[in-house]
Structures are given as structure tokens and as C-alpha cells.
């Protein structure tokens, strides 16, 4: 049966909401950060410091693990569909013996789901803002099925942090740029927030930006990461600009999943819809802030994107052995090719910038109160708390 959304198969079908909301510290925003089939991946995670004796070793066309140390112009508003609070009919929960998974009756962030805004099909994340919408189709095929896309991803956690590694994967140039660089080493710079914490999940308000991606660069991204304790079992979501996974330089929504600390795909690897309006790898507005979440709940890792479910992970990719967190993460990322990355980081501006880009209004589902430690790995992108829940990061790199 096809990934997409499973319930509109059972149209007609009563729904039935047993779902709850997970206990979160704080349900609203701080005033200051209200929103305004299978294949192998194309980078193979390195194993722990340690050594991975369990990890997969990369077969032919993937890349092998290298080092990892501890620890447009403006368009014309695009057209926007008009939002409702009709919830979909949905079989009965998987934990009730019903075929399906159903999401918890309210959002991490204890809103009822309502419908998200989208913008016309192809809209740039520029148009996407000036409609006031939520999201854009990247294209005009109408499908709600997510495009797998094999690129880098990194990852970082207590036990360490991916560095380095190999891939096969070309970072295409942007147009008028000249050629793209060689398949090879890529090299990941973070900005992260860190909590050791036992917990169903979390969410965050992420800024949403367009930073500059350097020609042969592979992406920067700003992310939620809820892993196990050991750090092997992670599933994400975020915002990431990408050529490579999205063909322009705009900012799109994806998640992705980890198993024994072995990369998958973006968007669509072992993911389910849920949603009949958006889906990952859908473009995002630029220059606004959005909730994203991730909370387990009826034997699936669900995904959350301002007012809606998305979509989930299954536990069985896990073989039902990761259903809680036991570590969190929200960061920025950069993939580059070289160590010294000319790619912006958020929105290109320092953490010591009071208009740099933030991660805030962090919450943790039924765990303790949020108090993440922040770091950045890197020289050339910096990150600085603003409270207990809010911090700024970015940078513009080493040029």
C-alpha cells in the first residue's frame, strides 16, 4: 500500500480520537518567539569513537564512514487555500487494534490540528511568505507521496559527532555558478543545543531563513533531533536548503531517521503520511518562525509542522526497541566540502546578533523542564542562549 496518507482509504470511516496530550512544561510560545521503498543512502554514518561492530558497511555506491571525534526575486503572492478545522477521517488507532496509528488529539504544543495554508504549487519560499502561507507543493504533480532523496546528513550526540565522511553524492552548482564540485570528503559544522532527559519528544520554534549555500556546498539546515540515549536511534525534522534534495536555493520541509546510527534517506525512507495538505521536501516562508515537533505516541514517532500532523516513523524501523527519547537535540547544520565552509549558518548572522536566527520556546513531552547546554563545533558559526529555552546561532562561515 502506497505511503500516502492511509485514511483516505477509509473516507466515510467514523473517526476515532483516543489520542491525549503529552504533558509539556509550557504550551505557548515565549512572547518574544510566537510565529509572526527502502534503498541505501548516499553517506554512510560513521561508527562511535569506540568502534560499531553492528554497524551496516557501506555497500557498492555508498560512501565510507570517515573520521568522527567526540564530543528570486520576489514573485506575486501565490495563491493561498483556505484553512479549516474538518480533521480528515482516520481508522482506529493502532493501540486499539485499528490498522492505523492515530496522532495524539492536540499538538505538542496543545493546539488542536487545523488545516495548513499552502501557497500555489512552485511558489518560491519568498511567495510563500508574501501569501501568508505555511507551505508550498515544490511541484505541480498534485502527489502527496514524499520523494526519497540520498544526500549527506549529519549527526551529533554525547558519545560524538560526525565530522567527516565520504560520499558519492555531487553538490550541484547553482546556475551560473560553473562547474560543481567532485564527489568526496564532506565536513559538518554544528551549532546545537543539548539535554539529556527522558521524554516522549520535543518542539521548538525554528526561524525559517534562505541562507547563502556556497557553490559545492551540500546544505545548511536548522533541525530537532530526538534520540535514544546512546545517540543510534534518532528521528528528525527541520528545515533544510539543499540542491541536491530540492533543486533550488530555497527552504524546505524534511525529516529523516537514523537506525544503529546508520543514515536512511530524506523524506520518504521508512515515512508515512498523514497529511492531505503538506508534505516533506514541500517549500517553507522565508523570514517567519514555525513549530515543529516530534512526539512518540500509538507505536509511531509522529511529525508536527505549525498546525498540522504531518506524518510518522513506525516503531517497527526500530524493531519496536526505541520509543522514547532518552537525549535531544535542535541545532543548525552545515555541509561543506571543505573545513573551512563559505555556506551560511541560519540567517547568516552571528548568535551575538540580536537579529540572528533562534531556536526557541523549547519543550519537552512529558519530560522535564527544558535547560539545553549550547555549543557550536566549529569556529566559524557561533551560538549564545538568550533563557533556559531560547538560543541564537549562525554565521556566514570562514569567507
Not at 131 to 155: C, F, H, I, M, N
Amino acid at each position: 500500500m502506497s505511503n500516502s496518507r492511509r485514511g483516505l482509504l477509509a473516507a466515510g470511516l467514523a473517526a476515532a480520537v483516543v489520542g491525549s496530550m503529552g504533558v509539556v512544561w509550557t504550551l505557548n510560545a515565549d512572547a518574544d518567539e510566537l510565529p509572526a521503498s527502502e534503498a541505501p543512502a548516499a553517506v554512510t554514518a560513521s561508527a562511535d569513537p569506540a568502534g560499531d561492530a553492528d554497524a551496516a558497511a557501506p555497500s557498492a555506491g555508498e560512501t565510507a564512514p570517515a573520521d568522527e571525534s567526540a564530543p528570486a526575486d520576489m514573485t506575486a503572492p501565490a495563491d493561498v487555500t483556505p484553512s479549516d478545522d474538518v480533521e480528515p477521517p482516520v481508522a482506529a488507532p493502532a493501540a486499539q487494534g485499528g490498522e492505523f496509528p492515530e496522532p495524539p488529539k492536540v499538538l505538542p504544543w496543545g493546539q488542536r490540528p487545523s488545516k495548513l495554508k499552502r501557497a500555489r504549487a512552485g511558489a518560491n519560499s519568498r511567495a510563500v511568505a508574501a501569501a501568508g502561507a505555511d507551505a508550498a507543493p515544490a511541484d505541480t504533480s498534485g502527489s502527496l507521496e514524499p520523494v526519497p532523496e540520498y544526500a549527506p546528513k549529519g549527526r551529533n550526540s554525547r558519545g560524538g559527532l560526525l565530522r567527516k565522511a565520504r560520499t558519492t553524492v555531487v553538490p550541484p552548482a547553482p546556475p551560473t555558478r560553473g562547474a560543481a564540485a567532485a564527489a568526496g570528503d564532506v565536513y559538518f559544522h554544528y551549532a546545537v543545543g543539548t539535554q539529556v532527559a527522558d521524554t516522549d519528544g520535543s518542539w521548538a520554534n525554528l526561524s525559517i531563513a534562505k541562507p547563502y549555500l556556497a557553490r559545492g556546498d551540500f546544505h545548511t539546515l536548522t533541525e530537532i533531533a530526538v534520540q535514544s540515549a546512546d545517540g543510534r536511534q534518532i528521528v528528525e525534522v527541520g528545515w533544510t536548503v539543499d540542491r541536491a534534495v530540492n533543486g533550488d536555493d530555497d527552504p524546505h520541509l524534511f525529516v529523516y531517521y537514523w537506525k544503529d546510527r546508520v543514515p536512511s534517506c530524506y523524506n520518504a525512507c521508512g515515512f508515512t503520511m498523514y497529511s492531505s495538505t503538506v508534505k516533506p521536501g514541500d517549500t517553507l516562508p522565508v523570514g517567519t518562525s514555525k513549530r515543529f515537533g516530534i512526539q512518540h505516541f500509538d507505536g509511531v514517532w509522529w511529525i508536527a509542522y505549525d498546525s498540522e500532523w504531518i506524518g510518522y516513523f513506525p516503531d517497527r524501523l526500530w524493531n519496536g526497541t526505541y520509543t522514547r527519547a532518552g537525549l535531544t537535540q535542535w541545532f543548525g547544520e552545515v555541509a561543506s566540502a571543505t573545513d573551512q565552509p563559505c555556506t551560511d549558518m541560519g540567517n547568516s548572522l552571528p548568535a551575538g546578533d540580536l537579529s540572528a536566527a533562534r531556536i526557541g520556546s523549547i519543550s519537552m513531552t512529558n519530560g522535564p523542564v527544558p535547560f539545553p547546554a549550547v555549543r557550536t563545533t566549529s569556529p566559524y558559526y557561533s551560538v549564545q542562549s538568550m533563557t533556559d529555552r531560547t538560543f541564537r546561532f549562525g554565521g556566514s562561515g570562514a569567507c
